[in-house]
């Protein structure tokens, strides 16, 4: 019986406001893409899957060594509510729940991974989110009784109005984990950041944060 959530990657989009295909954007010794899956390897994730869409070809043959299924995303161009639509279609029968991380979120702590895939193990809320302060992060755990309402839904208003709206029951993890709320969505944001996060890039201190 699988018990913990699965790993969902988005990683469809067009890329339009970084000037180059994303997920195969270097950040320190690896690829935007490699970082990702290594984060939630190491956070205890044991399937991962990755929606892809735009310059499927070129990410799908990065995928195959990282042992990550894609999932191909033939709306892509409808926006990233399509590519959770697709996520929850092609994810496995026995799929009881799933992390949802973008692409261009690669600061966030293995650690807060690991205590998240904890706290849906030890609870039965429909909905997870990580905070620091007042201000939910990536990723959420999404669990599988929802799934139905993402694949029905019309996008309208995207996969937050969707969650905000519904009557899900839901769950807060406290984190001073500062990578929940930072994407790298441009060259510059991305600089930014590796000069913000340095450290912990160049001297491996991806470290778990405490439960």
Same mark, same amino acid.
């Given at each position: ?17 970084? $000037? ?10 690896? /690829? ?6 290594? /984060? ?9 899957? &990755? ?6 070809? @070129?990410?799908?043959?990065? /995928?195959?060594? /990282?042992?990550?299924? =894609?999932?191909? $995303? ?18 496995? =029968?026995?799929? =009881? ?6 692409? *261009? ?24 989110? =990580? ?12 669990? &599988? ?8 839904? *019309? ?25 929940? @709320? ?27 944060? &405490?439960?």
């Amino acid at each position: 019986m699988i018990e913990k959530p699965d790993g969902v990657i988005l990683a469809g989009g067009f890329s339009r406001r970084m $000037n180059r295909f994303k997920p195969l954007c270097p950040v320190g010794g690896e /690829l935007l893409i490699d970082r990702i899956v290594r /984060l939630m390897r190491e956070g205890g994730a044991e399937r991962i899957f &990755a929606v892809t869409g735009h310059n499927r070809e @070129l990410l799908e043959e990065r /995928l195959a060594g /990282l042992g990550v299924t =894609p999932l191909y $995303n033939d709306r892509y161009a409808e926006g990233m509510y399509s590519s959770v639509r697709r996520a929850v279609q092609g994810l496995p =029968p026995d799929s =009881p729940g799933f992390l949802l991380l973008p692409v *261009d979120y690669p600061f966030v702590l293995p650690g807060t991974i690991g205590t998240l895939i904890r706290r849906f193990m030890s609870s039965d809320a429909d909905l997870i989110y =990580p905070v620091r302060g007042d201000r939910k992060g990536h990723p959420p755990v999404i669990r &599988a009784g929802v799934y139905r309402d993402i694949a029905e839904g *019309d996008g309208e208003g995207g996969l937050r109005k969707l969650l905000n709206g519904g009557d899900y029951s839901r769950a807060f993890l406290e984190t001073d984990d500062e990578g929940i @709320l930072c994407d790298a969505d441009t060259e510059e944001a991305l600089a930014e950041l590796m000069a913000r996060f340095g450290e912990r890039i160049r001297f491996g201190s991806d470290e778990p944060l &405490a439960e």
